[in-house]
Structure formats: structure tokens, C-alpha cells
């Protein structure tokens, strides 16, 4: 079963992701939590899990400025694709500390 990230915005954060504008962007935030519930629906059907990625406006508007990439629904997927993976490092690297320690 592999861990697949899905991005998550807080319902306070939507209309500044709005603003950058993001493209893509359901009109309301009902709209994209919607469509990430769908979206976390077929990973689990697919027999995966998904792990929501919460992500802020601002760090995605610099994310896309550095790359210069466009504010778009792929360029979001890149960025949570790369917290996921610090993450995913982060926590894998504490599993190891904690086991270490067991064994201590």
C-alpha cells in the first residue's frame, strides 16, 4: 500500500490561493474539498492511502515564483509532491531514531 499525497488548504486559506490566481481552482472552497474527497476516494480504491498535504498561499506563491512556474494545479501537485517527500524523509528518519533507541 503506497502513501500518495493529496493537497489540502485550510477553508481560511482559499480565497488568497484565489488571488494568486491559482488556475484550475474550483470557484468555491465546497468545490475543492469535493474534489479532493474524490480524488483520496480513487487512490483508496486503487488499494493506496492517501495523505493530505496541507499547503499554504503564500509558500506556493514562492514555490511557483522560484520555478518560475505557472499557479496551476500541476505546479501545486509538484509542491506538495516535494513536502510530501521531506515528510515522508522526516518521518522515516525518526521511525529509525526510535528504533535505534529500542535497541539501546
Known amino acids: 500500500m503506497a502513501r500518495l499525497p493529496v493537497p489540502a488548504i485550510r477553508r481560511q486559506d482559499y480565497e488568497s490561493f484565489r488571488r494568486i490566481p491559482t488556475h484550475g481552482l474550483p470557484g468555491t472552497f465546497a468545490g475543492w474539498d469535493i474534489d479532493r474527497d474524490e480524488e483520496a476516494d480513487k487512490i483508496a480504491a486503487a ?41 515522508e524523509h522526516e518521518r522515516a528518519r525518526v521511525a529509525m531514531l526510535n528504533a535505534s533507541k529500542k535497541r539501546e
Open 47 to 87: 488499494g493506496d492511502h492517501a495523505v493530505r498535504v496541507e499547503i499554504g498561499p503564500n509558500e506556493f506563491a514562492a514555490f511557483c515564483r522560484a520555478g518560475k512556474k505557472r499557479a496551476d494545479l500541476l505546479s501545486m501537485a509538484d509542491f506538495v509532491a516535494e513536502i510530501f517527500r521531506r515528510q
